[in-house]
């Protein structure tokens, strides 16, 4: 019976070691996962900033927020991606008072400026500020 023990000892430092790597593992995953996320966001807020200056800010805004829909999330905590679809769903909030000028084109945050200061600016100023504040969230999820 003696023996058993330092075997049952190697046996049990083996477990943890698996546990732990997994644990690193899946830790790299949601990292990599949230990184390849921010990435694309960063390219596609870019490409959304200027597209409104040949098309309408509504349709600017609707592919942004398509094509963010499509990305894979499944690695990602779950923390990082619920703020982050709040974050969309503040983007589709935005949308029925950028349908009413389909006519504006500029880049992006000039646009959401002059919506800002025409009628039903307030309305307009606290729907960006909703957009801002879910992202905020997205970026205390990624810590």
């Known amino acids: 019976m003696k023996n ?9 430092i083996l477990i943890l070691s698996c546990k732990n790597q ?10 990599n996962c949230i990184e390849a996320i921010i990435q694309k966001d960063n390219g596609l807020g870019q490409t959304r900033n200027l597209a409104c ?10 592919e942004y927020i ?10 990602c905590p779950d923390d ?11 983007w589709e909030a935005i949308l029925p008072l950028t349908d ?7 880049e992006m945050h000039q646009l959401f400026n002059i919506l800002g200061d025409r009628e039903n ?10 957009i801002w504040t879910t992202w905020s969230e997205v ?4 810590e």
Not at 5 to 11: E, H, V
């Open 4 to 12: 058993i023990y330092p075997s049952l000892f190697l046996i049990s």
């Open 22 to 31: 997994s644990r690193q593992d899946s830790n790299s995953r949601e990292l």
């Open 53 to 62: 200056k040949r098309q309408s800010l509504s349709k600017t805004i609707q």
């Open 66 to 75: 398509s094509a963010l829909e499509k990305l894979d999330f499944q690695d």
């Open 80 to 90: 990082f991606t619920t703020a982050f679809q709040l974050h969309l769903k503040a």
């Open 100 to 106: 009413e000028h389909p006519e504006m084109r500029g």
């Open 121 to 130: 600016g307030e309305v307009f100023k606290a729907k960006v500020n909703d």
């Open 139 to 142: 970026e205390k999820a990624m």
